[in-house]
């Protein structure tokens, strides 16, 4: 049973270029959340997908952009990248499901070290 | 913005030794979750306790829930080596019940000498 799998692993872009990071999740699960985890410090939260639709949101500017594909699998976009954006980012599923099937242990993937320069 | 803090910031012990850490937090919670992530890389999911409940265990892992206090803590007994790492504390808001958003605290480093 596979975990939840992030590429790339290490990524280097310059200053106002665009990433595309993805995730694939847990299998059985049906949620992605993406956080961002600045060096020395804990995770912060990005945003949620659930049914392809960003569900909750925190304190990320616009620049932050992300998609849910309808095999659960989600992208993390971040346009016109600053020096700030580098980080550890982390996606996490869970699964949500109906019928009281909700889990709300979350499963990271190894994340990818986004280097800014 | 970090929900609460783990303290102490890092703890150093001999192995064999237990380990404790504490979180807090500020808003009212549904459930608190303790991750450990090794050098900087995914976080590990350790145990979750809900707001109705004060202790809970798992294998060499204690946690306790004080609700009114808005605190936490993580024993780990007869520390290995092994779990040399970072350990944080996530909370699920209350207000936020079934979105399984997670704040988490700024961590403890715990380091175990051989």
């Known amino acids: 049973d596979a975990g939840v799998t992030q590429s790339p692993t290490h990524l280097i872009k310059t200053r106002g270029q665009q990433v595309t990071l993805r995730c694939s999740p847990k299998?059985?699960?049906?949620?992605v959340s993406w956080y961002q985890q600045a060096l020395g410090q804990g995770p912060q939260f990005i945003f949620q997908?659930?049914?392809?639709?960003?569900?909750q949101r925190g304190n990320f500017p616009d620049r932050f952009s992300g998609h849910q594909f309808p095999n659960y699998s989600s992208e993390l976009n971040v346009n016109a990248l600053l020096l700030g954006d580098s980080a550890l980012y982390l996606c996490?599923?869970?699964?949500?499901?109906?019928?009281?099937?909700?889990?709300?242990?979350?499963?990271f993937g190894p994340g990818t070290r986004l280097t800014v320069t | 913005s970090q929900q609460g803090e783990e303290d102490p910031q890092a703890l150093s012990i001999q192995e064999g030794e237990n380990a404790t850490m504490n979180c807090s937090y500020k808003?009212?919670?549904?459930?608190l979750q303790w991750y450990r992530q090794n050098s900087g890389r995914g976080l590990v999911h350790l145990i979750l306790?809900?707001?109705?409940?004060r202790e809970k265990h798992s294998g060499r892992l204690r946690v306790t829930l004080d609700t009114s206090k808005k605190s936490s803590s993580l024993l780990i007994t007869a520390s290995r080596a092994a779990d040399t790492a970072s350990y944080f504390c996530?909370?699920?808001?209350?207000?936020?019940?079934?979105?399984?958003?997670?704040?988490f605290g700024t961590g403890t480093r715990l380091t175990i000498i051989p």
């Open positions: 808003t009212s919670i549904n459930n």
């Open positions: 996530a909370t699920e808001d209350i207000s936020n019940f079934g979105n399984e958003k997670l704040t």
């Open positions: 299998s059985g699960h049906d949620t």
């Open positions: 306790i809900r707001s109705n409940e």
């Open positions: 996490a599923s869970s699964l949500f499901g109906l019928s009281g099937t909700h889990q709300y242990e979350q499963y």
């Open positions: 997908y659930y049914e392809e639709e960003e569900r």
